[in-house]
């Protein structure tokens, strides 16, 4: 990041670091108890909205680096003699959008810092306490399906399994798609999974 506030703007971000990471390790628990109240589905509605505006944000202190690395790198325009680059440089450095996104930018920042530090602090009014574990790794899952535990669905995969095979009008270049539709419950998964294992 070339700004002039880089800084600055690093110190924020690396607090947001270390109280994202408190966060987590307290949502890893809330994930394994897996308990519903309402005020822990407020709290978790005003983490998601935190994160959307950090993730914004991020894009915007990226898409403000890039678009100030092209104003300023030589290579990337026209050639010009060095004084000219050196006026330029100035000037960008001079610029009143670039005071004001950096005024701007800190500002959203340090409201940003404060909205992560009451999240963590309603933590702990939570009383969530954080998982001492480490990263758990969540179960991997797969395709593959018992067939000896699945009952009435071969017709079905049989027909599904004709579609895919013949060629029709349907088709995408070499490939076909075929949808699975129903009620929640009536197996879809199961039957999409039988075939896939064929």
């Known amino acids: ?26 949502l890893e628990n809330v ?6 109240s309402r005020s822990l589905e407020l709290w978790l509605s005003d983490l998601r909205d935190v994160a959307y505006d950090a993730e914004y ?17 030589p290579d990337a325009a026209s050639p ?11 000037f960008l450095r001079l610029n009143p959008s670039t005071a004001k996104f950096s005024t701007k930018m800190e500002f959203r920042l340090k409201s940003l810092t404060a909205r992560l530090e009451e999240a963590v602090a309603m933590k702990d009014a939570l009383s969530l306490v954080e998982n001492d574990r480490g990263i758990r790794e969540r179960p991997r899952t797969n395709s ?18 004709h579609l895919l095979m013949n060629d029709s009008d349907d088709s995408v270049g070499d490939s076909s798609v075929v949808s699975i539709v129903g009620m929640a419950g009536v ?6 999974q039988l075939v896939y294992t064929v």
């Open 31 to 36: 994930e394994e108890k897996q308990t519903s």
């Open 144 to 161: 593959l399906v018992d067939e000896s535990c699945v009952y009435g669905r071969e017709c079905d995969k049989e027909i599904v399994l």
């Open 1 to 26: 990041m070339k700004f002039a506030d880089k800084d600055k703007f690093s110190s924020y971000l690396k607090k947001w670091q270390t109280l994202l990471r408190i966060i987590n390790a307290s």
């Open 57 to 73: 944000i991020i894009d915007e202190l990226t898409t403000e680096a890039r678009r100030r690395q092209i104003t300023e790198d």
């Open 80 to 90: 010009t003699c060095k004084v000219g680059r050196y006026f330029s440089a100035c």
């Open 187 to 192: 197996g879809k998964t199961t039957l999409a």
